[in-house]
């Protein structure tokens, strides 16, 4: 279980260390007024700035809410069967290409985790990538990523 | 009347057949993305955008604003008939629409929500066709300080009238900004943002963001909501579709006063989201018949639906006349237009006829196209939505995945887009809004142009903002938008601590 008051505290700090980035980066590029203008950094440093005063106040009112559940355990499983494999297809494109990890992702998601029956999942996790080769490399002439695998295999 | 002959050379242009088949295929497309959950009209405008880069600019807005339209009618369709908004802005249809559905009634909720959607559109069209060119022969006479005020008064509007908490709501226009600016520097040429990662040179796409916030971020919402499509019947009638059509004038002030509404929203940048919401709003509260609303009740429907589409058609009138787009959809076509070469303001009106008045012309065609076309496909996209969540969830993931990457053909956009989704999931958990921070994104640039020149002419000084009336007039405007909710906060208080005092 998640409170909100934890997922207001992180999503304020998270927004908060961005806004702070941008202002430690701005001040590289200069802030102010030159000879040449408004500086670089000027205008990015101000939206900075204002991101992180506003988090901080953010902050402050997500510390004053209380403990009450924002994602139950059971939203909290549903999330990680989503995004797990999502992420895990993602980071699986640069290794084995678009076509098989969508099919894998496909395959896995269906018939691994939902025990969805597996002739169909098949189906599934086949026709997927076709779709994706049919629409983009030959409709609309996008190449996607074939991965290192195609590379090794000589695609 | 110039307007009304520059229509009929828009009709000119818009009624082919190519453009047609566009409409067609835009319209579908749009119904399919609004049905489905996770996708919504921006992303699904944007997914396509990389697909419109060979095409004529006025073919493709014809095909992107369709799917918009397309887009706002199918989410209608889902939450009457399962109660399951397919689009943030069709929440408020809900109340009255799929009670009235379950009650046996579904071609009349239907027919009713297509029929003041249809209206609403109208209205905007209309106000679009006469209004936006006068509002760009106004804008033809700004500045880069009256620009800047107008960005100002915009992003102040969210602020005042978002219905967001406001600091929420300056975060995420404020980081739109800021992601805006990562990559060169349009005028020095240096480098900004990039925190060490080289490839960010180029900067961050707002259809990266896009697919990203909206698309991953309202999987992950669905997913835990655990969407049950459990549906009523979606068989069509279609004497009863003429019927309810044909009724529909009985509730000539209803549609009037929504659209109004609509109209008012989408040309500040309210958008259609709150727009639906404060016309149900309103109309619960004024109606004689208030204790019927969310029993499926047609006033209920009629509010929502008429003012979303009013807004949704009007935000295209400041993206046209002004550069500064009224909804997250309308940045996101705004944005398609600066790829395709064009420059988003009053000097389109001038340099690019064709193309506003093509666009303008096919809205009218569109929207009819909409209304037909949905009324037809409602049983089939209805067997769509029978289709498992978990088998659409991982479907809908790929094609994100695959349009980030498209847009540039860069992976580093798909890590991207998987963090706007984790960002997009917190900050609508926690209503923060992110139509600013699309915005932002979108005109970011454009604003900080503005702001740089301005600050050229007058050698650094603000007082610049304060040189003539009007400017003046746009910058006290938005200054009044960024105080009122302190106002309001303040009233608030001061009325609710009254009892205690006495």
Redesign the interface.
Known sequence: MIS?RA??L??AT??GT??A??VI??IE?GIG?ST??????T??FL??L??LV??L??LG?GWLENGAA??SSS?LR??I???A???V??AA??LIG?YVA?GC??LG??AL??R?SLPRSLL?AAA?PVA?YLV?ERM?Q????HGALADVLGF | MDNVESLLHGFTIAITLPHLALMLVGVLLGILVGVLPGLGAPNGVSLLLPLTFGMQPVSAIILLSSMYWGALFGGSVTSILFNIPGEPSSVATTFDGYPMARDGRATTALATAFGSAAFGALVGVVLITFLAAWVAQVALAFGPPEYFAVYFLAFASFVGMGGAPPPKTVVSLAAGFAIAAIGIDTVSGSVRLTMGIDELVKGISFVVAVMGLFGIGELLLAVEEEVQAKAVSSRIDWREVFRTLLDLPRHGWALLRSAAIGCWMGITPGGPTAASFMSYGIAKRFSPRSARFGQGEAEGIISPETADHAAGTSALLPMLSLGIPGSATAAVMMGGLMIWGLNPGPMLFIEQKDFVWGLIASMYVGNIVAVVLVLLTVPIFAALMRIPFFIIAPLIFIICTVGAYSVSNSYLDVVLMLGFGIVGYLFKKLSYPLAPLVLAIVIGDKAEDAFRQAMLMSKGSLAIFFSNALVTTLVLAGIALLLLPLVLQVAHMHTTTKPVLD
């Open positions: 909100r997922l207001e992180t999503t998270l927004t961005f806004g980035a941008v980066s701005s590029n007024w040449a203008g408004v500086d670089a950094g205008f990015p939206t900075g204002i991101v506003a988090s106040w953010n009112r924002a994602v939203d549903h999330l069967a989503l995004f494999p999502a992420a297809f993602v494109i640069p678009v969508s992702y496909i998601t269906l985790l939902h969805f599934i997927t994706l983009f609309f996008v190449s996607l990523p």
